[in-house]
């Protein structure tokens, strides 16, 4: 498995292929389906994640948590301006990321 840092990486790259490859409604729920996983396998990590995260270790916490914000935004906005998305998408979208902070 990859160092945490890396799968974060890997979903923004992630949200950028959809947006570029699909129309806007599939990259939106590739990208769900995409963040779903590494939900799925992060969830029994996060106690050991926010002890070791404690003192945000240099900003990796914050910068987890803007990189998945931005990712979010790049798949939501297209399916928005579609028509496809509904703006209520991105409160929804934005506590989802924010419930996978460690505190």
């Known amino acids: 498995m990859k160092p945490h840092r890396g799968q974060v990486e890997d979903i923004a790259t992630k949200a950028r292929e959809l947006v570029a490859s699909m129309p806007p409604m ?5 990208w769900l ?8 396998t992060y969830l029994g ?3 050991l994640l926010a002890t070791a995260f404690r003192d945000d270790h240099g ?5 987890c948590h803007e ?3 931005e ?9 928005q301006e579609a028509g496809d998305v509904k703006e209520e998408a991105g409160a929804l979208l934005s506590l989802m990321i924010d419930g996978l902070r460690t505190r």
């Open 59 to 63: 900003g990796l916490n914050s910068w």
């Open 26 to 30: 599939d990259a939106f729920i590739g």
């Open 71 to 79: 990712a979010a935004n790049s798949v939501l906005r297209p399916g």
């Open 33 to 40: 389906h995409a963040m779903t996983a590494h939900i799925a």
């Open 67 to 69: 990189v998945m914000l």
């Open 45 to 47: 990590l996060k106690a």
